[in-house]
């Protein structure tokens, strides 16, 4: 029985569900890189950035290439990037709703 579209949605999302997967795909937005940029940039240990890097994999978000000794990793396609930069304007968009919320509720404070 095939899954329902909002199933593999909420398993997406899930995939994007931890904060070292998401700035993993956030880095390889801007380029591929190899493990070890990643590892500086992130500043964690192997073992767990490997751990990440194969759960992106096996959602098929992220792939691997072997060049010489070293392994590059890549988004899948440009829709993560896409992905990515919504999740952006829609964060953005309800912080701003926020600050305007605050600012409202800063003024209207009796002195």
């Known amino acids: ?10 398993e997406l999302f899930k995939t994007l569900g ?5 700035r993993i795909v956030e880095l390889l937005c801007d380029r591929p890189r190899p493990v070890r940029d990643l590892l ?12 990440q890097l194969a759960v992106l994999r ?3 978000l ?16 440009a ?3 896409e992905l990515m930069r919504a999740a952006r304007r829609i964060i953005t968009d ?3 709703d926020q600050g305007e919320l605050l600012a409202e509720l800063t003024a209207d404070r009796p002195a």
Not at 1 to 10: D, E, R, S
């Open 40 to 51: 500086a940039a992130i500043e964690t240990e192997a073992p767990q950035l490997s751990q």
């Open 62 to 77: 992220v792939t691997a290439r072997r060049e010489g000794a070293t392994v590059v990793y890549e988004l899948a396609g």
């Open 94 to 96: 309800l912080l701003a």
């Open 79 to 81: 829709d993560v990037s």
């Open 58 to 60: 096996r959602a098929g």
């Open 1 to 10: 029985m095939p899954v329902p579209l909002y199933q593999a949605k909420a």
């Open 18 to 22: 931890h904060p070292m997967r998401v």
